[in-house]
């Protein structure tokens, strides 16, 4: 999506008339630069995940509340990946509440041990796309959508791997889950929960742990973002500009956000 010199004046001209300042046009020339970046990434590497633990995968030209180009890097939450793929070998089913466009749901699929997958978000357009991706990766028989929770809590399995993702509205999905899920099925499930914030602006991490222990679950781990994970051999190869490889290794999250793994003693990771 290339621009000429007097289109990019003319925006800037526009954005300034209207009271924008330095910064704000700053963030406007990354997104566009970003989709530039995104979509040359994704030719040359054939619309295929690169690296990390779904590499190989075939992947669309768009992501959904995040970017496109740590997927396809496969830095994409790398914090999270050792401790996601050793998970998967414990558990038969896959719960992804706040799926996205299926970076998870597909990827998870794709591993043998897991038999069945639910994909949860509450955006139409990204249900969508997470039915296209499983599609083209030839697993959709393994994988269901919707946006429904309460409907997915009932029909809760047994041995899930359930994440959590909804930017901000994790209390409310754990409510619901335990609400409308058999506690003896619950029980033997694993949460991996992302923190977001409260209404303040806090996060909403001490709330969530505490949350869960009343439940009878107890925090495993509490892996913190690390700025470093972010970028990528892959992306320095292709470029020797500093701005591009921020912007290649941007996941458009805040900085301070962390994932929590939580398991009640009945669940087969603990056995």
């Known amino acids: ?128 796309a997470a039915r296209q991706l499983a599609k083209l990766n030839n697993i959709e028989s393994k994988c269901k959508f919707t946006e429904d929770l309460i409907s997915a809590a009932k029909n809760l399995n047994k041995n899930s791997l359930v994440m959590i993702d909804v930017d901000g509205a994790e209390l409310k999905a754990i409510d619901d889950l335990f609400c409308y899920s058999s506690i003896d099925t619950i029980q033997t499930c694993c949460f991996i929960i992302e923190t977001d914030y409260n209404l303040d602006r806090s996060s909403n991490k001490d709330r969530i742990i505490e949350t869960m222990v009343n439940k009878g679950f107890k925090l495993d781990a509490n892996i913190k973002q690390s700025n470093e994970k972010r970028l990528s051999k892959i992306a320095e190869g292709l470029t020797r500009s500093f701005l591009d490889l921020a912007i290649y290794s941007m996941e458009g999250r805040p900085s301070d956000q962390s994932w929590l793994i939580l398991t009640s003693d009945k669940a087969l990771s603990n056995s």
């Open 1 to 128: 999506m290339s621009m000429s010199i007097d289109i990019i004046a003319s925006q800037v001209t526009h954005l300034i008339s209207q009271g924008c300042t330095t910064y704000d046009i700053l963030r406007v020339a990354a997104h566009y630069r970003r989709i530039e970046l995104e979509t040359h990434l994704f030719n040359t590497l054939g619309g295929r995940i690169a690296e990390g633990p779904f590499k190989g995968m075939s992947y669309l030209g768009q992501a959904h509340a995040s970017t496109l180009s740590p997927k396809l890097l496969g830095t994409y939450e790398q914090e999270l990946q050792d401790a996601v793929m050793k998970l998967s070998k414990y558990y038969d089913h896959f719960l992804d509440i706040g799926c996205a466009e299926g970076y998870y749901t597909t990827g998870m699929a794709l591993q043998a041990n897991i038999r069945s997958v639910i994909g949860i978000d509450i955006n139409p357009e990204s249900l969508t």
